[in-house]
């Protein structure tokens, strides 16, 4: 079965700093993306950023990062110059194959993230 | 270009009563999703539809579950009875993915909504 662990439930960091949340995953698959997607309070989930496997290059969304260690099955994002618009709940998932055929999510548990102003 | 929409925002019920929730979404999406987020947890995945068929329900609690998707637009999902343990937000999302994945595979997220089983 696909995993995905979020070990951070909660974070805080002063504003304009750069905060890492992290998120480790187990697969058998070789072939899979990964994605972060951000839950602000009471407002729909939209993706932050995501990263096909098969590149080695770590994908980067403006403030946005991600560190991928496909070995270690590790994909941690950093948030740089962080601002109060970022806080949110961080949910890493990973997308593969469903038993039916479908690509589906699996999500972690997610990382409540607060920015300090 | 409209979001996926998702209605009553907030529903509270009595254990054993019924509730549904619509979602419309992105005109298309050709995929549909429900998934269940129960607080303090990551959303997992009830039903996923491609077009007006069920892709995958393995995770859906047929006996008090149901979902459907007419005409492979609108959805409902239905909770019938429900159980205190049925608390939690119900979202709804959609994917422009018809068959094997895209280089995306981006889901777009409703609000949600929220139910409380007292």
């Known amino acids: 079965a696909q995993t995905v662990t979020q070990s951070q439930p909660e974070m805080s960091v002063q504003e304009a700093e750069t905060v890492t949340l992290s998120c480790t995953y187990d697969t058998s698959e070789n072939n899979y993306y990964l994605f972060w997607y951000k839950q602000p309070p009471s407002r729909q989930m939209i993706l932050v950023i995501r990263q096909e496997a098969y590149k080695q290059q770590n994908a980067t969304e403006n403030r946005f990062s991600v560190n991928f260690q496909k070995a270690a099955k590790s994909f941690s994002l950093k948030i740089s110059d962080s601002q109060l618009g970022d806080t949110a709940m961080y949910f890493c998932?990973?997308?593969?194959?469903?038993?039916?055929?479908?690509?589906?999510?699996?999500f972690g548990t997610g990382t409540r993230l607060t920015i300090i102003p | 270009e409209a979001g996926v929409a998702q209605s009553p925002r907030y529903k509270i019920i009595e254990k054993r009563q019924s509730v549904a929730f619509w979602c419309n979404p992105i005109?298309?999406?050709?995929?549909l999703y429900w998934y269940q987020q129960i607080l303090g947890q990551g959303p997992k995945l009830l039903i996923q539809?491609?077009?007006?068929?069920?892709?995958?329900d393995s995770q859906l609690p047929k006996d008090r579950f149901s979902a459907e998707r007419l005409k492979g637009v609108d959805s409902t999902l239905k909770i019938q009875p429900a159980k205190l343990e049925d608390s939690a937000v119900y979202l709804c999302?959609?994917?422009?993915?018809?068959?094997?994945?895209?280089?995306?595979?981006?889901?777009?997220f409703g609000e949600g909504s929220r139910l409380t089983v007292l």
């Open positions: 539809f491609q077009n007006n068929g069920v892709v995958d």
């Open positions: 005109s298309g999406h050709a995929t």
């Open positions: 998932a990973f997308s593969h194959w469903g038993l039916f055929g479908n690509e589906k999510l699996t």
């Open positions: 999302a959609s994917s422009l993915v018809d068959g094997p994945p895209s280089d995306t595979g981006e889901l777009f």
